[in-house]
């Protein structure tokens, strides 16, 4: 007897391959969202850290706006004159801008020095001049400590040993 196959039969074989293949594809796209999805989180992490980072800079940007930076160097003006070059190469205004001699002042002029400091304000970029009176038996280096208040921070300091 000859296998038949009736028009129900061959509805249902199809119907369960249709289903059979519905089924992979589900499977197939979940296995995509859950793959998007895992990156779309790693993206989201990578821009976080990024975001940081920029708010992080501005805010480093920001303060340095504020910071006043005094520093100073010896001058050499004509054949053996020096003078002490005192500075603010900051981006901020500096207050009441001190100058300390720890390990005592041998070189600078007392009175230059007491006449000009402490600097009431010292503007970015600004400087002042401090007669300095080099011979043959002066040290070849001096320590000095800047204090100065800014926008940032009162009472900021800064030791600087500077060659002649």
Same mark, same amino acid.
């Given at each position: ?20 293949? *519905?089924?992979?594809? =589900?499977?197939? +796209? ?6 998007? !999805? ?23 940007? +920001?303060? +340095? ?6 520093? *100073? ?6 054949? +053996? ?14 207050? !009441? ?17 007491? *006449? ?16 300095? *009176? ?17 926008? =940032? ?12």
């Amino acid at each position: 007897m000859p296998l038949q196959i009736g028009p129900a039969e061959i509805l249902s074989g199809i119907t369960a391959i249709v289903s059979i293949l *519905a089924f992979a594809m =589900s499977v197939y +796209s979940t296995k995509k969202t859950v793959e998007f !999805n895992r990156r779309q989180r790693e993206f989201i992490e990578t821009n976080d850290k990024l975001n940081s980072m920029l708010l992080d800079r501005e805010e480093q940007e +920001s303060l +340095s706006q504020k910071q006043a930076d005094i520093s *100073a160097n010896f001058i050499k003006v004509g054949a +053996s004159n020096y003078r002490l070059k005192v500075f603010n190469r900051g981006r901020g205004l500096a207050y !009441n801008v001190r100058i300390e001699f720890p390990s005592g002042n041998e070189i600078l002029i007392e009175d230059d020095v007491d *006449a000009k400091f402490p600097m009431p304000s010292l503007e970015p970029q600004q400087s002042v001049e401090l007669i300095a *009176a080099v011979c043959m038996d002066s040290p070849r280096r001096m320590e000095m400590k800047f204090v100065w208040d800014d926008q =940032s921070g009162k009472s900021r300091e800064k030791l600087l040993t500077i060659a002649i």
